[in-house]
């Protein structure tokens, strides 16, 4: 119990309906959360994995642009003007060949020196190549090579080369060259995102060539802070000191020394915003449900507070109507509490109406008993007869008095009334035989008949059928019709046979007096009592209406 009343303490019903709006929106508010972040994460993924595969598209693309250069070398390295010595034709023949190209075609010795080159005609003097460094390592490895970018002493521009290694003297090396901007023409933004930048970047970590809102001039540095991450052959990188809210994917060119980069900030507007809604969306759904809860649960307080009302009213004695509410179960309770008031009233009327028969009836029963004891005390001739006496008739009375309580005082059957009074004298009950249509009784019938039957069983055990084995009784009651009397009759009928001979008294006891003038005036009736030899014979007839409860 304590536990529940720590999580569950007293409060009112507005405060349990808000709080538990709160608690099934934050826990949806936070799955979507959750979705969101995994939507996010996803996002992510994909553009990871989006900016690598761009990255290693522009790879192969710069690749065929290479590897076709070095074709071309081996191409011309085989043609029969350099295999002969001829250099002059071996220089209109490539230039040629390239005239509608952006390539030009150097050839150098073992020393570096220019031996031709198609951007010169043959025969101008000329010097060394200018990058030294890449003509020697490409002379050390034997392959194919492409060089950094560089500035080219006879064109002045950022140019790049390509060399092929030759075992043949004077010519021992062949080289392409192309100037950076017309390589930048293979590097291209499209299909990227916008805002987005592409470079080709040399292994010195120079730009060769680059597009896009970022873009870099060939021969500038690359950020030497990002390209020591770049060592896979492939993949992203990624770091906010370093490139806030951007995203940059590499991939190496197989079989050269260069690798392809791209970068862009990434697509967090849709993010944010999504964010954004949903920060502004759950707020806003916690007002409402807390808005809601707060409204029904002043729907349901006024409709609790209307029913107690009710209730209140109901505590006051006061027959309460149904009041008329949204809550159906709470129209079915305020019903039951109007059923229950009127029940209730009904219920104290019936009260009052018993109590007030209660203290007519006791009024009667006390005068009764006075007659009876002033009655007995004439003809009894000790204590003992008069105690006797009196408590014999006082539990006939009794009797009656428990029959009409236990029915509240609304009447008994006649039949009841008999089989009670007639138990008193179970040893005898197998002598009499009691027929007759059963009814209701009125109150005053049940205590004034049952009075008379019990006098007739009594003075019948003492001195009459009853007080022999032999002995037989016959109780028996019908209707009947006089011609003087129109309204309906009852006729009742105690017949005793198979006694002692019966001799009339010779004066008149209580006993006589209660089956005589006492059921007479009790009844509105007639009572004839015949003392014959062979058995006492009792008639009581009265008007039905006087016995029979409506």
């Known amino acids: 119990m304590k536990i529940v009343a720590l999580f569950f303490p007293k409060a009112s019903i507005g405060t349990y309906l808000v709080a538990m709006a709160v608690a099934i929106v934050l826990p949806i508010f936070a799955f979507v959360a959750l979705l969101l972040l995994q939507l996010e994460d996803n996002q992510r993924s994909t553009l990871k994995r989006e900016t690598t595969q761009d990255a290693l598209a522009l790879s192969r693309i710069i690749d065929r642009q290479l590897q076709d250069m070095a074709t071309t070398l081996r191409l011309l390295s085989s043609s029969p003007e350099l295999e002969n010595g001829n250099l002059a034709a071996f220089h209109q023949r490539t230039e040629t060949a390239l005239r509608d190209n952006t390539m030009f075609v150097i050839a150098v010795d073992r020393t570096g020196q220019q031996l031709l080159n198609t951007r010169r005609a043959f025969g101008t003097p000329l010097d060394k190549v200018a990058n030294m460094p890449a003509l020697e390592s490409a002379m050390t490895s034997g392959h194919i090579e492409a060089s950094d970018v560089f500035r080219g002493r006879i064109s002045g521009d950022w140019v790049y080369n390509v ?14 060259t192309q100037d950076a901007r017309d390589l930048g023409k293979l590097v291209t933004t499209e299909g990227l995102a916008q805002g987005w930048s592409a470079a080709v970047v040399d292994q010195s970590g120079h730009v060769v060539a680059s597009t896009g809102p970022t873009h870099l001039e060939p021969g500038t540095p690359f950020d030497p802070r ?67 809860a707060y409204a029904v649960a002043r729907q349901v307080r006024t409709t609790i507070r209307e029913i107690a009302d009710m209730a209140n009213r109901m505590g ?46 006791t009024k009667n029963l006390l005068t009764l008993a006075q007659a009876m004891m002033r009655q007995l005390a004439k003809q009894a001739d000790s204590v003992e007869s008069f105690s006797a006496a009196v408590a014999d008739r006082l539990e ?57 039957l019990h006098e007739l069983a009594t003075n019948s055990v003492k001195y009459g059928a009853l007080s022999v084995p032999q ?16 309204e309906p009759l009852l006729r009742f009928t105690w017949e ?40 006492l014979l009792w008639v009581l007839t009265a008007q039905r209406a006087t016995l029979e409860r409506e």
């Open 226 to 292: 990002i390209l020591p991450a770049l060592t896979a052959s492939r993949g992203v990188f990624q770091d906010e000191k370093i490139m806030p809210h951007m995203l940059l994917g590499y991939a190496k060119i197989p079989g050269w020394s260069w690798k392809t980069v791209i970068w862009g900030p990434i697509a967090q507007a849709s993010i944010l915003s999504t964010w954004r809604f949903l920060i502004i969306g759950g707020v806003a759904l916690v007002l409402v449900a807390v808005l809601a």
């Open 396 to 452: 006939g009375l009794a009797r009656s008095i428990e029959l009409l309580t236990s029915e509240q005082w609304g009447g008994v059957s006649l039949r009841r009334v008999v089989d009670i009074h007639l138990q008193a004298f179970p040893q005898s009950r197998e002598q009499i035989e009691v027929s007759g249509n059963d009814f209701v009784l009125k109150p005053d019938a049940v205590q004034n008949l049952g009075l008379a």
């Open 471 to 486: 002995g037989r009784v016959r109780f028996q009651w019908r209707d009947v019709r006089e011609e003087d009397k129109p």
């Open 316 to 361: 006051e004695g006061h027959i309460v109507s149904p009041v008329e509410t949204s809550v159906i179960e709470a129209n079915q309770v305020a019903i039951a509490l109007s059923n229950a008031s009127f029940d209730r009233s009904q219920t104290e009327d019936r009260l009052r109406f018993v109590m007030h028969e209660l203290v007519h009836r």
């Open 163 to 176: 060399t092929l290694p030759q075992a043949d003297d004077p010519v021992a090396a062949l080289i392409i």
């Open 496 to 535: 005793e046979s198979g006694g002692p001979p019966v001799v009339e008294p010779s004066r008149s006891g209580f006993g006589t007096t209660v089956i005589k003038a006492h059921a007479a005036a009790a009844f509105r009736g007639t009572v004839d009592v015949d003392f014959r030899p062979e058995g």
